[in-house]
C-alpha cells in the first residue's frame, strides 16, 4: 500500500513537470511570434553550480542548446539576473568578440536581443531572452512592458517546474520524509474508525505545532 | 569642500531634535535661491568637477575611450564565510561583464570634469551577491562619495532592512544615491526608498531631459531608450533600459553638486523637481 501511495504520488509529481515544461515552451514559442523574432530563450539559474542553463529555446537553437550552461554573471542574460534589470542590446555584429563568443555557444550571432530577469517573489529564477524581432522602428517602451508581462508568466511556470522537480527529488530519495508521509497515510487509511480519529487528532496538533514554528 | 564629515559638520552647532527659542539665526543655510530656480542657474556651465561619482557595478574598464580616467578602482567578494565580504583595495580587474563601464560612460557625457569610483560588486557570481552589494554599498556610504550610482536592485527581503539603513545614513551624510526603478511587478530595492532618487526611462533622445513623476515610487524618468552606451573593448553599442536612465540622472546629479556643493540630498531633489521638463526646466 505504502509502496501503492509513493508511486501515484511520484507519477503525480512527473506528470506535472512534464506539463510545466511544456507551459515554458509554450511561453518562449509566443515571445518569439508576439515579437516576430528569430529566436526566444529561457534560462534557468541552477543555484547548487551557479549557473544559468538553458531550459526552453525556440526558433533559432531549438532542441540543441537545451541543458547547456555557462556561468550565472557573464553574458547579457547574465547581467540581467545580477542586476535585475531588464536590457535591449542592439547592433550586436558591431562587437567582433561577442560575435565569435555567441557562434560558438549558441552557433549563430543576434544582432540585438531583448532580456528580462524572471522573478518570483524575492526570487531571480532565471532570465527570458527574445532575440532578434526584426528592426522595424527604434525599440519603444511599450515593447519593455510586453516583454514584463511575458517575463511574469514564463517565471510562474519556471517556479511551478522548479518545484515539481524538488517533489521528484525528494520522492526518489529512499527513506526520505516523503515516504515517512506515505507510510503514514496507508495506516491511516487501513485504521479502526476509533484509532482514525485519534490518529487524525494528533495529526491536527502536530500541524498547529508545526504553524506556530514556522517564519 | 568639507566633504569628509559632512554629518558631524551639521550635528554640532544644532540640536538634534529640538530647536531652543531664539536660536533660529543658528540655522542658516549657505544658499541663495533665486526667486525662480533654472537650469542655467542650477548647473549653467558645471561640468561635474570636484564631485566624487562612485559607480557601484560591475567594474569599469581601464582607458575606455567613452570612459577615460577612473581616480579609484575597488571590488568586493565573497569571502570564506558566506556573509563575509572582502575588500580588494585595488581592482586590476576592470570590467567582468561591461555593465559598469557602460554607466560610468553616461556619467562621463553628462559631467565630464567629475571624478570617477568604481565599486566592484557584480560578476563574480549570483551566489552571495547580495551580502556583496551592501559591503560595497557600506564602503561607498562610507568613503562619503557626492553620488552613487546603482542601477541595479535586490528582490531579496532579508536585505531590505540593511539596505533601507544605508540609504537613509547615505541621505543624512549628504550622500546621493541614484538607483534604477523596476517597471516589473515585484518589490524590488533601494530604488522604492524615499530616501533615493529612484529613476525610470523616458523615450526623447535628449540625454538632459528628464520628467518628475508625481505618482511615485519612482520619482524621475530620465534617458533611457537607444542610448549609445561604452562597449567593452573601447567600442560602443545601443542599448535600453532602466540601467542607462539612472546614471543620466547622477550626471545631471553631479553637474548640480559641483556648481552648489552646499546642497543636501533634500535641496537637490527640489532642484531636480524645479528644473524637470514637465515642471520648469523645459520652459
Known sequence: MSDDLRAAVAAGALGSEESYRALLQSVVEV?????????????????????????AVAGEGAGELIGQRFPSSTGIAGWVLVTRQPLVVEELENDPRFAREAAESTGFVPKGLM???????????????????????????????LLGLFANEAAIAL??????????????????????????????????PERREAALQLLASLERLLANDGP | MPKQEPAREHAENLPAWSLAAGAGERISIGVEWPERVTREWAWGGSTGKGVKVCI???????????????????????????????????????????????????????APECSLISARVL????????????????WAVEQGFDVINMSLSTTKRQFAGLLHELADSAYFRRTVLVASAHNMPVE???????SVISVGSHEEPEPDTFFYNPAPPVEFFAR???????????????STGNSFATPHMSGICALIMAKHPE????????????????VGGGR
Not at chain 1, 31 to 55: K, N, Q, T, Y
Not at chain 1, 130 to 145: N, Y
Not at chain 2, 123 to 138: C, H, I, M
Request: with cysteine.
Open chain 1, 31 to 55: 515571445a518569439r511570434a508576439i515579437f516576430g523574432a528569430r529566436a526566444s530563450s529561457v534560462f534557468l539559474f541552477d543555484e547548487p553550480s551557479d549557473e544559468l542553463v538553458f531550459e
Open chain 1, 115 to 145: 532580456a528580462v530577469p524572471l522573478l518570483h517573489e524575492d526570487e531571480a529564477l532565471g532570465v527570458l531572452e527574445v532575440l532578434d524581432r526584426p528592426a522595424k522602428a527604434a525599440f519603444s517602451l511599450a515593447e519593455m512592458e
Open chain 1, 159 to 192: 517556479h511551478l517546474l522548479q518545484k515539481a522537480r524538488e517533489a521528484r527529488a525528494v520522492l526518489e530519495t529512499e527513506g526520505g520524509e516523503a515516504e515517512a508521509v506515505a507510510r503514514f497515510a496507508a495506516r491511516l487509511a487501513k485504521a479502526e
Open chain 2, 56 to 110: 557601484l557595478d560591475s567594474g569599469v574598464e581601464v582607458g575606455h575611450p567613452l570612459v577615460g580616467e577612473i581616480d579609484q578602482a575597488v571590488a568586493f567578494s565573497r569571502g570564506g564565510d558566506e556573509e563575509e565580504v572582502e575588500l580588494v583595495v585595488e581592482d586590476t580587474e576592470g570590467d567582468l561583464c561591461g555593465h559598469g563601464t557602460a554607466c560610468a560612460g553616461i556619467v562621463r557625457s553628462l
Open chain 2, 123 to 138: 560578476g563574480a557570481g549570483f551566489k552571495g551577491s547580495g551580502p556583496v552589494l551592501l559591503g560595497g554599498l557600506r
Open chain 2, 188 to 194: 524590488s530595492y533601494p530604488w522604492r526608498f524615499s
Open chain 2, 224 to 238: 533611457g531608450v537607444g542610448v549609445e552606451i561604452a562597449w567593452l573593448g573601447g567600442g560602443k553599442i545601443l
Open chain 2, 263 to 278: 546642497l543636501t540630498p533634500f535641496q537637490l531633489k527640489n532642484v531636480l523637481y524645479l528644473t524637470a521638463n514637465n
